[in-house]
């Protein structure tokens, strides 16, 4: 007899092949995840919403087909029964989409699932609810004014990180086993990084993001959270593929390459062979406290990697980042901070605001500048098939930390979270955060494993590696 709660305690491929099986049903499994997350979301505050009643009619769709048997489940339904939830900047049929703000209580409910969503459960995942984030995506705390922070499940007096706070620390308390969200400059990673999960931020492009609120146009990501680098593969693989687009007038996502999907599940096999994987320092290590510069060390030594390299431009591109950031989320909150300013939240009121107010010439610098950077780090990349940087510069912060000291200097606690991710997600490159324990006496640290664009399976092929030999883990907060 499986156990439904170890069940919930193990990872999507593990509750996937038990419900296919017919040893645990999907129902029995929907109904687990819910009642998990009224025991212990009290103390988390990772979830805005809970869709009950249509998880467990999905779920008991998914048990008739399994009955009824046929070839091809492992195929047609590789996530059979998985509870999962979204950042509630994707669209869910009948529910708001919140984006974190107070403002978007005033819109409709969504008429139709975000792409992302339908994928996932045509791959036999079911929706269990919505998560808490920074308003707009604008942070890398989850200290939400409007709905409340999102407390770390490894220690509730700490942060979850942000923006996608909800969707990491949902998957470390075990409430869900995959969740879905979005990296703009390095949301899903910090918080898969203080949260002690997996997280992969895909090449920009990679997975559409039709039926999301948006952040920034030209750098919003859209990716999983996971337990397991397995679990992350089999999650990725049901998202890939290009966008149907309905003709001129049908939504579609203008960012999204219509690349033919490449699975990744079938690859992690061959681990590291033939890869070329360096350390980044100069700034990744000038940046970073000794705990995460432990955690690296520990990621390079299991691997055997010894070279260190330097990524050129990359205080130059983390700047661009922050203009383009500012100016295109001030353009476009602008008419919303002209009518309702008071109803946002303080400081993303403020950064929108300066940001509106950008002179253009910047902005055309900026981009300009991020295309060298790009150029500069294609170069590396030429070099090197994978590279390791911390993912944060510390474990979590205590909530309503103000102030971080970094090497001597002492540098504002929400902005500095993101030093590390900023300058990769700038320029669209894949990446995997995997979580190290070993760093601090109690809680995790993550280690971004980068690869050159497309690369996914590099990423996943690394972060298997670690796992297989211990070196990371994700394990259930005991809440």
Excluded at 253 to 270: E, K
């Amino acid at each position: 007899m499986t156990s439904i709660a170890g069940l919930l305690g193990r990872g999507a491929g593990a509750m996937a092949d038990a419900v296919r099986k017919r040893e645990v049903s999907a129902t029995e499994l929907a109904r687990a995840s819910i009642e998990r997350i009224a025991a212990t979301d009290a103390r988390i505050n990772a979830f805005t919403a809970v869709t009950a009643e249509r998880a467990l009619k999905h779920a008991a769709a998914i048990d008739e087909r399994i009955a009824a048997g046929g070839s091809g489940l492992s195929a047609d339904l590789p996530l059979a029964g998985v509870p999962f939830a979204v950042k509630n900047l994707f669209d869910v049929a009948g529910l708001t989409t919140l984006a974190g703000s107070k403002i978007e209580r005033d819109s409709a409910p969504a008429s139709a699932d975000a792409v992302l969503l339908q994928r996932l459960e045509a791959a036999g995942a079911v929706l269990v609810g919505a998560l808490n984030m920074d308003e707009y995506a604008y942070g890398f705390t989850t200290e939400n004014s409007h709905q409340g922070p999102v407390c770390n499940p490894h220690d509730q007096r700490r942060i979850a990180g942000g923006s996608s706070g909800g969707s990491a620390a949902a998957v470390a308390a075990g409430q869900v086993a995959l969740s879905l969200g979005s990296d703009t400059n390095g949301s899903i990673r910090v918080p898969a990084s203080l949260c002690g999960v997996f997280g992969l931020k895909p090449t920009f492009g990679r997975l559409p993001r039709t039926g999301t609120f948006p952040f920034v146009s030209s750098l919003d990501h859209l990716g999983p959270f996971a337990r397991s680098s397995r679990d992350l593969a089999l999650a990725y693989d049901a998202m890939q593929g290009p966008e149907a687009r309905a003709g001129t007038t049908g939504e579609h996502d203008p960012g999204c390459a219509q690349r033919a999907a490449q699975p990744v599940i079938g690859l992690l096999p061959r681990g590291l062979d033939g890869l070329r994987i360096g350390v980044l320092g100069g700034y990744f290590s000038d940046n970073a406290q000794p705990e995460a510069l432990a955690a690296v060390d520990r990621v390079a030594r299991s691997l055997n990697v010894t070279e260190s390299v330097e990524l050129p431009w990359v205080e130059a591109g983390r700047a661009a980042a922050f203009l383009i950031t500012n100016a295109e989320g001030g353009a476009r909150h602008l008419e919303n901070l002209r009518r309702r300013a008071a109803d946002f939240e303080p400081l993303s009121r403020d950064r929108f605001l300066a940001g509106a107010l950008l002179p253009a010439a910047w902005i055309t610098q900026a981009q300009r500048v991020r295309r060298l950077y790009a150029q500069q780090v294609a170069r590396v990349l030429g070099d090197f098939d994978v590279l390791l940087a911390p993912a944060t510069p510390c474990t979590a912060p205590q909530i309503g930390t103000e102030w971080l000291e970094i090497n001597g200097r002492r540098l504002p606690a929400r902005a500095s979270m993101g030093l590390l991710t900023q300058p990769i997600s700038c320029i669209g490159l894949p990446v995997c955060t995997v979580p190290v324990w070993q760093a601090h006496p109690t809680m995790p640290v993550g280690v971004q494993v980068i690869a050159a664009p497309w690369r996914e399976d590099l990423v996943l092929r690394v972060a298997a590696v670690l796992e297989s030999a211990g070196v990371v883990s994700a394990p259930v907060a005991a809440l």
